[in-house]
């Protein structure tokens, strides 16, 4: 089993910049796609971004590409969501997902989530 924990989310004014961590730990030697989601209450889970585990293939929502960048550092176990120009309508808790397969949108595809780390944009 593989256990996520997200972290670095918090509250920014709009406009700012937030760096979210997900720190995997359990069966680490697999190769694993990461994914990262957001949900804001009331609405379904969305994809954000997604990256296999090599690295090579990366994927990201049309409403982040150009602002958010993912990353993972196979070393330390943990994959990154660098976000800038954070916009209030951004305010969501944001999950970390993994599974063996390759990167994808679709989160049914992810086996294992994290509990989620909630980022708040004010305006």
């Known amino acids: 089993q593989v256990q996520l924990v997200e972290s670095g989310g918090g509250l920014v004014q709009a406009g700012g910049s937030l760096r979210l961590s997900c720190a995997a730990s359990?069966?680490?030697?697999?190769?694993?796609?990461m994914g990262w989601f957001r949900q804001a209450p009331g609405k379904e889970r969305e994809f954000v971004a997604a990256?296999?585990?090599?690295?090579?293939?990366?994927y990201y929502a049309d409403s982040v590409k150009g602002r958010f960048t993912i990353s993972r550092d196979k070393a330390k176990n943990t994959v990154y969501l660098q976000m800038n120009s954070l916009e209030p309508e951004e305010t969501a808790v944001y999950y970390c997902?993994?599974?063996?397969?390759?990167?994808?949108?679709?989160?049914?595809?992810?086996?294992?989530w994290g509990q989620g780390t909630q980022v708040t944009v004010s305006s």
């Open positions: 990256i296999s585990w090599s690295g090579g293939s990366i």
């Open positions: 359990g069966r680490t030697s697999s190769s694993y796609a």
């Open positions: 997902a993994a599974d063996q397969g390759g990167p994808s949108y679709y989160r049914g595809a992810y086996t294992y």
